[in-house]
């Protein structure tokens, strides 16, 4: 087995996210020195397809994120439906089922908080299009351990809620249209 | 892993190191092998829950006094469930496993972590459907009083007897799922009859001991909150509880692959998460 990840990059979207998520994803270099992990509300019980769909253009391998399992360096991770997703200090994942938070369950905050604990400064949050505030509380929580923070411009999101909850709590280091956020993700890996 | 830098800790993992201490020593309650991501966060809600200023005040308080330890374990244990969560997984037991079962004249099944009782009574439906109620002794256990009482009781929401209904056709049941309630005061009550065989009983993972042979065990969705090490000790229980070539069914998520004792099981249903134990041990 390798070694866990030592630097992650965690996502998360909502209304929209799909379309956004593979946008950055095809923008991301092959072999990107950190592992990357994805939530987006779907409301689907079924993250497989999601998983298919997000592999189309995206040149990193990318899977569901496994229970216990390492976060690995150059993998995509994606939240399975139903639970939440955390990191562990250890840099592996672990799930509960414990009640939604503010009404999702995976909860964008959930695994940006536990992220932000795991990786301090070795840890880039993005936060994208979306119809409530998920993640706002995560984003500051990274940012309060020197993780780096990008966030969608509103403006341009689908549904600007999200991020601009975000920017509202916690502010970004870098408010980006879509196309320019992975290459910040892949200058930041450098 | 040794390419993972050891930080000075923060202060709160620190107060969360000792809350499990104080509980462990004070109380005889051990969450040091919880996963601590989770455990962390529902230790910091219960603080704001219960106006704490910090988890060294909660920790305080369930030194001084005993009759705070029944709410801190409800609080930290999480009875969330639903009745025939992931159809798919029940009617794969019906489908699967019922039909082996009905070899043996007399039955035990245990169901750890019951929450409350959603998934006991589900089964219980599903074991009358089958004809196989009668010759069943059903245990459901969990070490949290205030769920095993509300377990006890068998009564839901009415706003989940939509999902559970749709949940049950699903399941395969073959009857209508409200000829198993009586729906008042915006809550449905299950019928008495299909707790006439299960038996509610405290039983910690942590801590406890085999207690009965059982056919079939249920334990879904707790083994996630376990560490390796203590998953490895609950599934070296079951083994042991287990008759030979008895079945265990866990969580959609959950996997036999960080525990030595996993070896002992052999799969029999993947993706329902359903084993066996390995006729070959013991
Ligand atoms: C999330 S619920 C799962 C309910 C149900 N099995 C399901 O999957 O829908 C987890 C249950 O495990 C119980 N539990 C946690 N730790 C336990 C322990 N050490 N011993 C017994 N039960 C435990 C909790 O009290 C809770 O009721």
């Known amino acids: 087995m390798s070694d866990a ?26 072999q990107l020195p950190a592992a990357l992990v994805v939530v987006c509300h779907t409301g689907s019980e079924d993250v497989e397809m999601l998983v298919g769909l997000l592999k189309r253009d995206c040149a990193l391998p990318v899977s569901e994120a496994g229970e216990r399992c390492q976060l690995l360096e150059g993998q995509v991770h994606v939240a399975p439906s139903g639970y939440h997703l ?41 936060v994208m299009t979306g119809a409530n ?24 999101a689908l549904a600007p809620a999200m991020p601009q909850a975000a920017l509202n709590l916690a502010g970004a280091d870098h408010v980006c249209q879509l196309a320019e956020i992975a290459p910040v993700i892949n200058r930041w890996c450098a | 892993m040794h390419n993972i830098p050891m930080a000075r800790p923060e202060p709160e993992d620190v107060e969360i190191e000792l809350f499990i201490r104080a509980l462990q020593l004070r109380h005889g ?29 909660m920790t305080g308080r369930l030194l001084r006094d005993d009759a705070f330890v029944a709410p801190l374990v409800a609080g930290l244990s999480v009875p969330v469930s639903d009745m025939f969560r992931n159809p798919g997984v029940f009617k794969a037991l019906r489908e699967a496993v019922f039909p082996l079962l009905k070899s043996y004249p ?9 929450a409350f009782g959603e998934e006991v009574y589900s089964l219980a439906i599903l074991l009358q459907e089958a004809g196989l109620y009668e010759r069943t002794q059903i245990y459901a256990t969990d070490f949290n009083d205030a769920a095993l009482a509300r377990a006890q009781e068998g009564i839901f929401p009415a706003r989940e007897a939509r999902t559970y209904s749709e949940n049950y056709l699903a399941a395969g049941g073959a009857g209508s799922f409200s000829d198993y309630y009586h729906a008042r005061y915006e809550h449905i009550k299950l019928d008495e009859q299909l707790k006439r065989n299960i ?15 059982p056919h ?15 998953q490895n000790r609950v599934l070296s229980l ?42 070959s041990n013991q």
């Open chain 1, 5 to 30: 990840a030592a630097a992650a990059v965690v996502i998360g979207c909502s209304a929209g996210g799909l379309h956004a998520l593979r946008i950055v994803l095809a923008g991301l270099r092959p």
């Open chain 1, 86 to 126: 955390y990191i562990e200090q250890e840099r592996r994942f672990s799930l509960s089922i414990d009640p939604k938070v503010c009404f999702v369950r995976p909860s964008i905050d959930v695994l940006f908080e536990s992220a932000a604990q795991a990786f301090t400064s070795k840890l880039a949050a993005v």
């Open chain 1, 133 to 156: 505030d998920d993640g706002a509380l995560g984003l500051r929580a990274v940012r309060a351990r020197g993780g780096l923070a990008i966030v969608q411009n509103p403006a341009e």
């Open chain 2, 29 to 57: 309650y051990d969450f040091s092998q919880y996963t601590r991501a989770s455990f962390k966060r529902r230790v910091l809600n219960l603080v704001t829950a219960q106006g704490f200023g910090s988890i060294s005040e």
């Open chain 2, 106 to 114: 007399n039955l035990n099944i245990w169901q750890a972590g019951c």
């Open chain 2, 199 to 213: 038996t509610f009983a405290n039983h910690n993972l942590v801590a406890d001991g085999i207690f009965c042979e």
């Open chain 2, 216 to 230: 079939l065990i249920l334990c879904r969705n707790v083994l996630i909150y376990f560490t390796d090490t203590l």
């Open chain 2, 238 to 279: 079951f083994r042991d509880s287990l008759i030979r070539g008895g079945f265990l069914c866990l969580g959609n998520k959950e996997t036999l692959d960080f525990a030595p004792a996993g070896k002992d099981f052999v799969a029999v249903d993947r993706r329902a998460r359903i084993f066996r134990r390995a006729s």
